[in-house]
């Protein structure tokens, strides 16, 4: 025997039993899975979220990449800007560790050095320090002797191979 009490305000009906029983089967236990969302909306909710994270992994690596490139591109300008100045310095870096030249100021507006602005700055410095000056190479020097030309401007001294031949 089974002493039953029922609570006069709990709906007798029947019918609304078998699918609340097959929702309990179904629903994950409390505080489980979806956390008070339904199941539809949490996948979506974390495929947008692995969707984002790829985005910003993507991003990431292309800013990487850009600030690789601009690395590589400043370099080279640089190296372009030290090949031109070293048309009038000896070291060619010295226009920017001595001089201390900004290399945005001898770009030009299509992003290119720009050799006009990098010899002026090298004369400048030139003017400044003459020590700086880039001294005539060797190969300079003697591609003038003997061919009736003296490099920088050197006159002979009077002295001739004849009278220095001749026997006194």
């Known amino acids: 025997m ?33 956390g008070g969302r ?24 292309a800013e990487a990449e850009r600030d690789r490139l601009a690395e590589q591109v400043t370099a080279l300008q ?13 070291v060619g870096s010295d226009l920017f560790d001595v001089g201390k030249a900004e290399l945005h100021d001898l770009i030009d507006d299509d992003g290119h050095p720009d ?5 002026t700055a090298a004369a400048t410095l030139v ?10 190479s060797s190969a300079e020097v003697r591609a003038g002797i003997g061919q009736g030309s003296y490099p920088s401007g050197a006159r002979p001294s009077g002295a001739s ?4 031949l001749r026997t006194r």
């Open 78 to 90: 640089r190296r372009e800007a030290e090949r031109v100045a070293a048309e009038h310095l000896e």
């Open 161 to 164: 191979w004849s009278e220095a």
């Open 115 to 119: 050799p006009d602005r990098i010899r």
């Open 127 to 136: 003017g400044a320090r003459p020590g700086l000056r880039r001294s005539p």
């Open 2 to 34: 089974s002493t039953e009490t029922r609570d006069p305000n709990t709906a007798t009906d029947h019918s609304e039993a078998p699918e609340s029983a097959a929702a309990a089967r179904t629903a994950p236990p409390e505080g489980e899975g979806t």
């Open 38 to 61: 339904e199941n539809g909306t949490e996948a979506t909710e974390e495929s947008g979220n692995a969707e984002a994270a790829g985005y910003r992994r993507r991003l990431r690596e």
